[in-house]
Nanobody, 122 residues
Framework: QVQLVESGGGLVQAGGSLRLSCTASGYTYIMGWFRQAPGKEREFVAAINPHYGSTYYADSTKGRFTISRDIAKTTVSLQMNSLKPEDTAVYYC??????????????????WGQGTQVTVSS
């Protein structure tokens, strides 16, 4: 059983930046971030393979968000720049020990964090 502990999030004005972090208690093959806005389905934001450093982004976040890992490969961060009001959502850290290539699908991930609110005001 892997536990994920998230930190970061908060309120920021449009154009601002926030940083989210997530620490895993055990081995993971891939870690990612999803988000869910009120009344909407959970959507993929970004993912990283901590061992190889390969990264994956949603089209809506590419160029603005950067996912990275620490040297110990247990903490993953999401740097969010040029934030927009439509980025407002609860952000969830996710992780999987599966080697499935479908990193964009929520079904690939077994472990989830508690979620952290990100609010971008216009």
């Amino acid at each position: 059983q892997v536990q994920l502990v998230e930190s970061g999030g908060g309120l920021v004005q449009a154009g601002g930046s926030l940083r989210l972090s997530c620490t895993a208690s055990g081995y993971t093959y891939i870690m990612g971030w999803f988000r869910q806005a009120p009344g909407k389905e959970r959507e993929f934001v970004a993912a990283i393979n901590p061992h190889y450093g390969s990264t994956y982004y949603a089209d809506s976040t590419k160029g603005r968000f950067t996912i990275s890992r620490d040297i110990a490969k247990t903490t993953v961060s999401l740097q969010m720049n040029s934030l927009k009001p439509e980025d407002t959502a609860v952000y969830y850290c996710s992780a999987s020990t599966s080697t499935s290539a479908d990193f964009y699908s929520a079904g690939t991930y077994t472990y989830w964090g508690q979620g952290t609110q990100v609010t971008v005001s216009s």
